[in-house]
Structure formats: structure tokens, C-alpha cells
């Protein structure tokens, strides 16, 4: 099983900061099958990110994806008060699919 | 907008069957056309991938659960299913039902379901 660890575990920043979330897989991780949702309290998931590196639909373009192998990386420019929640990886390039622990975005 | 919705029992009694529905409504999505996912979050715990379901019934589900999980689909209905048998205490959890379409890009709101006596 592929593990998935975020880090860090906590980011406190302030609206219109940068934040960078990283996701490392304990294997490599095929055709960059990795994607990253956030999760605002009492929600469902909500898909940012696929494919390592494209937006899903409806997402603005301060979310960007990057990285490949290993290592992953979700940044996310110019924080919006609506940027402050959960955020999650998960890697489907094998079964069983898996998500990371979360890197819990707040306001500082 | 495409939405899913989870359905069953709140409350399951242990080593009894936990069974679950998801029920998929669009306008103009094609049911056929997706993968269909299961996750649940156990209380204090992160985000578990318990299993996928394929129009044809092909399914593939989490080792980790020991070959209690079954899923089924019925596309005339548009839902599909979760079988998951001899629960504890351990299943306790919010089940979520999931689209996936590059990404699990739609999501059901969760249902909660305890096993308890």
C-alpha cells in the first residue's frame, strides 16, 4: 500500500500569503496519479487538483499543482479567507487507493 | 448539477450487515459513463478508500477490510451499493459516496452510521 504523508501537519498564514502544502508517497507514484482536495468543515471533499498538476473544473487559477515520482507539492498563492481549510492528497496510480493525513490551512 | 446522495441506516448492530445506497441525479450526466467510489472517515481518522464499482459490476475494494465489502450497481436506477458484513465497532463511521471522472470530483454529503448494540 502506497503511504501517503503531508506536511506539514499545520500552516498558520495570513489572507494573501503563499501556502505550500507537500504530499510524499512511500512509492513512486505512476503517470503523476495524485490529486488534491480541500474539505471545509462539515463538507465533503472538493477535487482541486488531478493528474498532479491540472485544475479541476471551477478552480481558480491561485491553486497549482506540482511534482512528480515521490514528491508532490500544492501551493496555493494569494490565500482568499475561503482558502483556509483542509486539504487532502490521494494517489490512485495503485489499488488500494489512498489519502494522505491532511495539512489544515488557518488563519494566523 | 450532478449530485450524489447516500442512503441507510444510522445504526447497525455488531457483526450484522452495514448496507448502503448512493443514488446519482445529473442533468445530462451519463451514470454509465463514471467509475463509482465508496470512502468513509472513521472518527478521529482520515479518509479511507473502501472500494470502487464499474457499469458490469466489476469491482475492487481495500484489502484492509478482509472481504467483508461487496458493491453492486443498477444503472436503470442510476444508484449503487455497499455491502459491507460483520461490522464493529470499527466501522463506525461517515460513508461517503464519490463520482470519479479525473478525480472524485463529485461527492455525496456523507451519511453517519454507528455500529453500536
Known amino acids: 500500500e502506497i503511504v501517503l504523508t503531508q506536511s506539514p501537519g499545520t500552516l498558520s498564514l495570513s489572507p494573501g500569503d503563499r501556502a505550500t502544502l507537500s504530499c510524499r508517497a512511500t512509492q513512486r507514484i505512476n503517470s503523476n496519479y495524485l490529486a488534491w482536495y480541500q474539505r471545509q468543515p462539515g463538507q465533503a471533499p472538493r477535487l482541486l487538483i488531478y493528474?498532479?498538476?491540472n485544475r479541476a473544473s471551477g478552480v481558480p487559477d491561485r491553486f497549482s499543482g506540482s511534482g512528480s515520482g515521490t514528491d508532490f507539492t500544492l501551493t496555493i498563492n494569494r490565500l482568499e479567507p475561503e482558502d483556509f481549510a483542509l486539504y487532502y492528497c490521494q494517489q490512485y496510480s495503485d489499488t488500494p487507493w489512498t489519502f494522505g493525513q491532511g495539512t489544515k490551512v488557518e488563519v494566523k | 448539477q450532478d449530485q450524489l446522495q447516500e442512503s441507510g441506516p444510522g445504526l447497525v448492530k455488531p457483526s450484522e450487515t452495514l448496507s448502503l445506497t448512493c443514488t446519482y441525479s445529473?442533468?445530462?450526466?451519463?451514470?454509465?459513463?463514471?467509475?463509482w467510489h465508496w470512502i468513509r472517515q472513521s472518527p478521529g481518522k482520515g479518509l479511507e478508500w473502501i472500494g470502487i464499482v464499474l457499469i458490469g459490476g466489476v469491482t475492487n475494494d481495500n484489502p484492509s477490510l478482509n472481504g467483508r465489502a461487496s458493491m453492486s450497481i443498477d444503472s436503470t436506477k442510476n444508484q449503487f451499493s455497499l455491502r459491507l458484513k460483520d461490522v464493529t465497532a470499527a466501522d463506525t463511521a461517515v460513508y461517503y459516496c464519490a463520482r470519479w471522472n479525473n478525480g472524485l470530483d463529485v461527492w455525496g454529503p456523507g451519511t453517519t452510521v454507528t455500529v453500536s448494540s
Open positions: 445529473s442533468h445530462g450526466g451519463y451514470f454509465t459513463r463514471y467509475a
Open positions: 493528474g498532479a498538476s
